[in-house]
């Protein structure tokens, strides 16, 4: 290979200027000329190209969002969309891609591959962590690290005043998010999308027990199948109004800013393994980090396949509130 | 003087331990002896009084929230509970008082003079800013920092997605928070209570000149007269639909967190002066900091007035949006 | 077993209270009584005990240092001392003990096993991530992230002058700190303990192609055989005077502060890890992650083990720095 | 006037950025053109001038250190230097300076109006504070919030430990950074270049009361008479070995880093003021910050005046010791 491109895709996660980076360098490192790609699969079509080198990912590695930008295309779910964007490449000389993003941009790739055989490896770029074949994804450390950071601010104001706040955090599908922000953040209660709530969850969270503490934290996915944390302070309220509890959406904060050093050193690692093995040929599939360990994980399954949460973690709550 | 009490009153701030901190020792240096009562006139009430000496305040100069708690009560607006308030006040001989609060918090202590000749004097703690006799309020700089920081988060997203957010802030009343925040966090557009926004406010924000750029962040009151964020947005997206902007809620996190220096140095500052006044017989007033001096305000004047927004900052938004 | 203490030794590490809150729950939640033991081994010697309840521990989760204090005990070292811990714990009725600290702890609970066997279990907590058995040690996490903020802060002065800088982070044994904030700062070197640094060092930092570069970090782990950051900073400026470079010596600020997510986390797991195996019999040991999975490492080995640096990410600056 | 220049010069501060940004809107906005010049006084020698509009000055506002660089010039300090940054400014059309900078900066701007007629208005930027002609200069803020967190760190040790520390800070001639951060670190003593320490100092520390206490911080500027803070700590050992103290010079992490709002909103209302003052033909001064209102002194004054410690808040410290 002469000549590879890098794009991002998808949700921006903090990370992915540290993963742009490694994979510029590594590229260059293997005498690999390296493009990037704007604005994801979208500048793929578009033509929006720009040849780095070692200058272009300088002073980088610290910034939150993504300097190659992204974005959602519609035009490239079509056949024709993804034809246009072959004929960039061989236009482009570009013979294999980093695709730095999550399962849609991973399917992209894949259906690239299928229709046109351009290589591509994949580096798993999501605040989510909802991507199969990876511990960890680049971003969510430092997404839940910025929501701990929120809930310890909330928790000056619930001690303050001796109240119960409910915390919404992202995760639509996912508890990735709400388990480790609550077992970081001390919470009461963590409700996830991959458990059913009980029945009695009201009185579980105020029992008389708890409300004997000065205050709760109560940690909710966004996609709980309860509805969210605005509805269930809500139907907490109408069984106990005399609690006052307090609602707190962290939204899109929980999105951007530097990145942790995990984050850093993932993105890096990654970046770098993924260069090595497109150059080795090894392609049609995604890098991870799995116990400590690089490893790969074919497109198609860590597509289909899906992460559970770690039942140990969630088990631990329980202990931690008695 | 012999023995004074100190209590902190509505909503908490950070920089409200600190305050409590230079009270209590200022007193001590005095030699005045101190009680704590916590959850502010509640506490008056149901007679919460903890003795305080130089180790009680000790570690607590750089935590969030208050340590001597707050709450609304019901029970202190009716004048039988005023009078029990004093009665206790009496057993417990306290000579003197010192409210850390906002303007509901001086109401009270007004009361307590007239009804039963309790002096007290005022510290404005509120990170709402909106306490006439004081420039700034303790608590205000710490959350326009953490606001701030939020736009920086979000400001990557934003650059990423090339897209535009309304965030908004803290400010049923007032836009203290919005002004300085916007200022800081680079807004291109700020909305507050006290301006009228123009009939054509989301053409000037979606300008062609401004659609131009790669992104917008505009920051919004809550209790600016359009609705918040969500209403605004919506709007906004009904008459541009292809520019899919996206809301934040700062919320909560604004009001917790360890207070910044200015917020420490303030609340160290005006906790000393509002004892030593209370030792000279200076009472029925409220500490603050004009023009870098501690100056007093009679509550009745404190309560009364309402403090304008500056004119000059609000003045540069426009030009730095040039 | 019905009664155990638990006790934070050595170092302070960011997370220790988080491992103390974790250990005092699992107990309760196993129907065990615990007894806090103040400033670890001296405490043991001097009686200072404290019961603890599940109240204890609240809203400790997030402090950096340890409630439970730290030092070091001469005492402790003889025989004759660690006879008076034994008396002290029988008299106190405490079965087993949880030891929060690295080496030097580990090797004080062994002989308090050997020599009059009460039971221990070991949690790993130093900032130098030093202690076999483990993959992370409490507290590592949160100094990496610290140090590395510290050098995006030096960055920005680096960048404005277009000047080198030497910083020094914690690390007399082993570069672990060193290796993983060189990599997440974006170092152009990194000089540890465990490598030889080649004669030719000062060149290869200060080859032709870095000069053309704005600025350099280099970081360097204050056990370094060239003799830390102002040893190598003094050598360099004597080679190249007109390079003007400057030094920063981290200290004392990696040891504290919040502790990070992860370190929560870790600190969460292995407290309450450490808990069950001490209730299930298997002591003289301790706890520890090892590829995601909590394990147990005699403490025999645990002391004589040496852990190595990860030379993949080692191998990386080089590559990174193209 | 058609066109201005901006430069910043001496050491960078947290701000600079803000403060170029606003200097570049607030021309634009009044028709005027600008250029950018480098590295101070250098780049104004070497012609390194880069034309700049309002994109140039995007998303800049909340970054440390300066886009437009800074250095030392010795060139400048000579006759025939001045004469080529004239004549370079004549070439280039320049007919105004904004210098960004300290007491340095503004002699040389100075001089340059004296021997060539170029008018010139500066702008406070230091972290220092010492800058005559306003309360506060660009930069400080951040600076004291950053010493402050970087004690906040500290304080968790020197808790743990039981432990005195003597932590340095930056200020060779003057105690401003000092003065405020001891105040909001908490600190037990302060010792300032602008006033002689006792001879009883060390007794004064470490007196029987002050050892009851569970530790101490004590904060010294770099410039203190005693030699800053390892000399003391070494004095203070050699008197009484058994305290054990501890030492932490903060250095450069004082100087870089994301502005605080204040800092940000400083920066902009200066730059905005400079320029508008500039085009208004009110030249050779600087502008400043006093008593919250923007003020202008002549460079000559403003370099020659010596702007005094705030003795209420040095009071305070003893107060607040009790």
Known sequence: MK?????????????????????VRTAIYNKVEVIGIQRGYAGLINKEFVPMNSNSVANILHRGGTVLKTSRSMAYKTEEGRKVAYQNLVEQGIDGLICIGGDGSYTGAMKLYEEHGIPCVGVPGTIDNDIYGTDVTIGFDTAINTAMEAIDRIRDTAESHNRTFFV??????????????????????????????????ID???????RKRTFTIIVVAEGDEDGGAINMMTKAKNKYPELEPRVAILGHIQRGGNPTAADRILATRLGNGAVEALLAGAFNQAAGLV???IVFTPFAEAISQKKSLNRDLYRLIQILNV
């Open 3 to 23: 000549r590879i491109g890098v794009f991002t895709s998808g949700g921006d996660a903090p990370g992915m200027n540290a993963a742009v980076r490694s994979v």
């Open 291 to 293: 116990k400590n360990d």
């Open 168 to 201: 919404e955090v992202m995760g639509r599908h996912t508890g990735f998010i709400a388990l480790q922000v609550g077992l970081a953040g001390g919470a009461g209660s963590i409700f996830v999308p991959e458990t059913q709530n009980p029945e009695t969850w």
């Open 204 to 210: 579980d969270v105020f029992s008389p027990e708890r």
